[in-house]
C-alpha cells in the first residue's frame, strides 16, 4: 500500500506541475486556488487507544495520540478511520494485530503506543507502525522524556508514520516564528512570537515597544535573525533562543535588512543601503567581516541561498522591473529566472532545493507561487488582496505565508498550503500575525 500511495502522490505532483487550477472565492474574499486533475486519495489511517499503565500516563497517552492523529489529518494526506469501523479491538501492545480485521476496513496505516511513568519521573513512550496490507510492522520507536514535554514525542511519532507512509521527511515537530500583531491598522504593536507548527505553546520574544519584522531562523543552532526599528532605522538583530540574549549585526550608518543565514548557519546574507544603492552583502558571522556580492546600480535583495550554499537567489530591478536572479553564492553574473507577468520579490529556495517560493504581484493581487530553479514550470498557489512572505517547511513540501485583508481594519493572518495547491489553510494564532519563518526540525 505504501508503494501505490507513492505512484498516486507521483501523479498527484504530475497534475499539479501542468498548472490546471480550480478558483474558488473563500469567506475572506481571497481566490483559494486548487491545483485539479489526478486522482488523490488519503491515506487511510487507524489508531486504537494508546496503552498505558494508568493515573498520569494514560492522560498523556490520550493526549499524544491525538496530537499524532491532529497532525497527519492536518496535512491533507491522512484520513482517520472513525473507531466504530473497527472490527478488532486490539488489547496488547505487544501483539500484533489480526491483518484481516484492518483490511477489511480498508486501513493503509494502523498504529498504536504505550505510556508509562518511570521511577525517576520521565515518560516512557512506545510506538509501533504497522501495514496492514503487506501484514507486517514497518516502524517502532520508543522515546524518554520529561512529561512536559509530551506534544513533542506526539509530532516526532507523526513524523515517522508521515515518513514511512508517504516517503518524505516529516515536518511536525517543528516550529515557526513570526510577527504578532495587536492594535489598529495604523498603529500595530509589533512583537516577535514562537508556536509549535501547529500554534501551541505560544510564547512571545520581544515586548512590542519597537517595530519588528521579517524574522528568520538558523537552520542549524536556536538562534533567530530579525528587523529592528528600535534605533531609529532598520538594523539587523540576532536572537539566541536559549540565552535570550540579541546583538546588533553591525553598526552601519545606513539601512541593513532583509537577513537570511547560510544552509551551515554560519554566515548571514543581508542587503545594505548605501548612499542611495541597495546590494547584497555577505557577513561572516564568526568575525563580523563583510563582502559584497552584487555590484549594480538597481536595487538588490531578499537573497536566499541553495541548499548546497554554491547559490542565491535574490530579488532585482536591474531589468527595469522586480523579477527574480540566481548567482553563486561567491558572487558573479546572475541569470534571471522570472519572466511572467507582474513583479517578483521574497524568493526562497526550498530545503529540497528544486523549487523556488516567491511572492507574485499581478492583475491587482498578491500571489504566491512556485518555480523551479531555472523558472519553468511556474505556478500560483494562493491569491488574494495581500498574499506574502513565503516560507518552507523542513520537508520542502509545504508553505506558510500570511494573508493581509482590505480597507481600514484589514488584518494580517498565516496560512499553509501543500506544493500542489491542496490543502489550504489559516493557522491559528493568538492575534494577528505576519513575516512567518519556519524552523528546521527540532534536536
Known amino acids: 500500500m505504501i508503494t501505490t500511495f507513492l505512484r498516486t502522490l507521483a501523479a498527484l505532483m504530475v497534475a499539479a506541475l501542468s498548472v490546471n487550477q480550480a478558483v474558488a472565492q473563500s469567506e475572506d474574499g481571497a481566490l483559494e486556488i486548487t491545483v485539479a486533475g489526478g486522482e488523490f486519495q488519503p491515506i487511510s489511517v487507524a489508531s486504537p487507544a494508546f496503552f498505558s499503565d494508568g493515573g498520569e500516563a494514560a492522560n498523556l497517552a490520550a493526549q499524544i495520540r491525538q496530537v499524532v492523529m491532529n497532525d ?5 494526506l491522512f484520513r482517520s478511520i472513525e473507531e466504530t469501523a473497527f472490527i478488532e479491538q486490539v488489547v496488547d501492545f505487544d501483539v500484533e494485530p489480526t491483518y484481516a480485521d484492518w483490511q477489511a476496513i ?12 518511570e521511577p525517576d519521573g520521565r515518560v516512557l513512550v512506545k510506538f509501533r507502525l504497522f ?11 520508543q522515546f524518554f522524556s520529561d512529561p512536559a514535554d509530551w506534544r513533542r514525542i506526539g509530532h516526532k511519532i507523526a513524523d515517522a508514520v508521515y515518513a514511512k507512509m508517504t516517503g518524505e521527511g516529516g515536518y511536525f515537530d517543528s516550529r515557526i516564528v513570526y510577527v504578532d500583531e495587536r492594535g489598529p491598522k495604523g498603529n500595530r504593536q509589533k512583537r516577535l512570537a514562537i508556536m509549535d507548527q501547529d500554534g501551541e505553546n505560544l510564547r512571545y520574544l520581544t515586548s512590542g515597544g519597537d517595530l519588528v519584522l521579517t524574522p528568520r531562523f ?25 540565552t535570550q540574549q540579541r546583538e546588533v549585526l553591525g553598526n552601519f550608518p545606513e539601512m541593513s535588512f532583509a537577513p537570511r543565514f547560510s544552509p551551515d548557519g554560519r554566515q548571514v ?10 546590494d547584497i552583502w555577505v557577513m561572516e558571522l564568526a568575525t563580523r567581516k563583510m563582502r559584497r556580492l552584487t555590484q549594480s546600480p538597481a536595487i538588490e535583495t531578499a537573497a536566499s541561498y541553495s541548499p548546497d550554499g554554491q547559490q542565491i537567489v535574490f530579488e532585482s530591478d536591474r531589468g527595469g522591473g522586480q523579477q527574480i536572479y540566481v548567482m553563486s553564492a561567491l558572487g558573479g553574473s546572475p541569470q534571471r529566472i522570472s519572466f511572467g507577468q507582474g513583479r517578483y520579490g521574497t524568493p526562497v529556495w526550498s530545503p529540497r532545493g528544486d523549487m523556488i517560493a516567491f511572492t507574485k504581484s499581478s492583475g491587482g493581487q498578491f500571489q504566491i507561487g512556485v518555480m523551479r530553479t531555472d523558472g519553468s514550470e511556474e505556478r500560483i498557489l494562493d491569491a488574494s488582496f495581500l498574499s506574502e512572505g513565503p516560507t518552507w517547511a523542513p520537508n520542502g513540501r509545504v508553505l506558510s505565508f500570511f494573508r493581509e485583508t482590505p480597507g481600514a481594519n484589514g488584518r494580517p493572518s498565516l496560512w499553509s498550503v501543500d506544493i500542489t495547491g491542496r490543502n489550504l489553510k ?13 524552523s528546521p526540525l527540532l534536536p
Open 72 to 76: 497527519l489529518v492536518g496535512s491533507g
Open 131 to 141: 501495514d496492514p496490507f503487506s501484514e507486517g510492522q514497518v516502524e517502532g520507536l
Open 106 to 117: 480498508n486501513a493503509d496505516a494502523l498504529f498504536t503506543g504505550h505510556a508509562k511513568i
Open 218 to 242: 538558523s537552520p542549524k543552532d536556536q538562534e533567530i535573525l530579525y528587523i529592528s526599528y528600535e534605533r531609529g532605522q532598520p538594523q539587523i538583530f540576532l536572537y539566541n533562543l536559549e
Open 426 to 438: 489559516r493557522l491559528n494564532t493568538a492575534n494577528a500575525g505576519s513575516d512567518p519563518a519556519w
Open 269 to 278: 546574507l543581508l542587503s545594505l543601503a548605501q548612499g542611495g544603492n541597495t
